[in-house]
């Protein structure tokens, strides 16, 4: 092993990523290498101050945010790829003009004419008139929602520590604010729209309609949108979030089964994490025998899940259930 080698070797070492041949390559090769073995003995130093460093999670619209701007990045990357700019280039007016004068001139006559009498005509043509803003309380229909666009959900905190007032700002052939609180029938319309009509709209508002929805999670309709999201939503934090507002609702079956699910099914391990949670607060509150389902979901994610966190907590579940029946 080289030193070279070496230099990309050591920070892996220093954070346990190396198989076992490649550290005894590492030990071996810092036996008789002075830089290499202070080198990493600076990694193994720099590992232990930043692990002893209290763990911060990141929040779910950062993640969000840090997934969304790497697949733009990505994007950009693909459309500045070599092959792209080549197959540009090739295209481009100046290189097959220049070899065609004829068709050249027709051309440029052609703007100008174009310009000559479209620019006058479009310049004499009256305004349109600019759509106002207002404040209203409206009935909204569903064609309503259908034509609109949401341009954003704003809590607003009162000051006697009540349910925040909501506002929320639709675009269709006017801006219309509406406000009032969840507990307005009005605006959980919209919001569940936006949660149940998720491809239309980003995921910070679907996120934010999901975090004023919990406030209403006892309302029927209000469950069955959360269950939505936690089943259904493409971004994790807005799944995680729904599961976190449906938290304290398990004796509810179907929302016990969307727990049941997201332990199953839902990549997220923070979902599964939340599920078991829930779960597991379940059990703790029933005084009956818990049903079979719940057991064998509970059994497969002891034995099965790839996170260690979410094995070790289905069976101290287990073992609570084991111990119920053994009395």
């Known amino acids: 092993m080289n030193c070279e080698l070496m230099e990309r070797l050591v920070i892996l070492y220093a954070a346990a990523e190396l198989d076992p041949a490649e550290r005894a390559a590492v030990d071996e090769h810092v036996k008789s290498c002075a830089a290499c073995a202070a080198a990493l003995e600076r990694e193994r130093r720099l590992h232990g101050i930043l692990t002893a460093q209290p763990r911060v999670e990141p929040t779910d619209?950062?993640?969000?945010?840090?997934?969304?701007?790497?697949?733009?990045?990505?994007?950009?990357?693909?459309?500045?790829?070599?092959?792209?700019?080549?197959?540009?280039?090739?295209?481009?007016?100046?290189?097959?003009?220049?070899?065609?004068?004829?068709?050249?001139s027709a051309l440029l006559v052609l703007i100008g004419v174009v310009l000559g009498y479209g620019v006058p005509l479009w310049l004499q043509r009256s305004p349109e008139p600019i759509s106002g803003r207002f404040v209203v309380r409206p009935t909204l229909t569903e064609e309503d929602l259908v034509r609109s666009s949401i341009l954003g959900i704003h809590p607003v905190a009162v000051a006697d520590g009540g349910l925040p007032s909501i506002?929320?700002?639709?675009?269709?052939?006017?801006?219309?604010?509406?406000?009032?609180?969840?507990?307005?029938?009005?605006?959980?319309?919209?919001?569940t729209y936006v949660v149940q009509n998720g491809q239309r709209f980003d995921a910070d508002l679907r996120l934010d309609s999901?975090?004023?929805?919990?406030?209403?999670?006892e309302d029927s309709e209000v469950q069955k949108t959360l269950c939505f999201a936690a089943r259904k939503d493409r971004d994790p934090a807005v799944r995680l979030r729904a599961l976190e507002a449906l938290r304290g609702l398990e004796r509810s079956q179907?929302?016990?089964?969307?727990?049941?699910?997201?332990?199953?099914?839902?990549?997220?391990?923070?979902a599964r994490i939340v599920a078991i949670g829930a779960l597991k607060s379940l059990l703790e509150q029933s005084n009956g025998q818990p049903d079979q389902r719940l057991v064998e979901v509970l059994r497969?994610?002891?034995?099965?899940?790839?996170?260690?966190?979410?094995?070790?907590?289905?069976?101290?579940a287990i073992?609570?259930?084991?111990?119920?029946?053994?009395?």
Not at 300 to 308: I, S
């Open 61 to 104: 619209r950062l993640l969000h945010r840090c997934r969304t701007e790497l697949g733009e990045s990505l994007d950009d990357a693909v459309g500045r790829s070599p092959g792209w700019r080549r197959w540009w280039e090739s295209f481009r007016a100046g290189h097959w003009l220049m070899a065609r004068p004829a068709l050249a």
């Open 167 to 191: 506002e929320i700002q639709l675009a269709p052939e006017t801006t219309v604010e509406l406000k009032g609180t969840v507990m307005d029938s009005q605006v959980r319309r919209v919001l």
């Open 210 to 217: 999901v975090e004023v929805l919990r406030a209403a999670s």
């Open 254 to 270: 179907a929302v016990r089964e969307v727990f049941q699910d997201a332990l199953l099914h839902d990549q997220n391990p923070g």
């Open 300 to 316: 497969d994610r002891m034995a099965r899940d790839p996170n260690p966190a979410i094995r070790l907590q289905s069976a101290a």
């Open 319 to 327: 073992r609570q259930i084991e111990r119920r029946q053994s009395y």
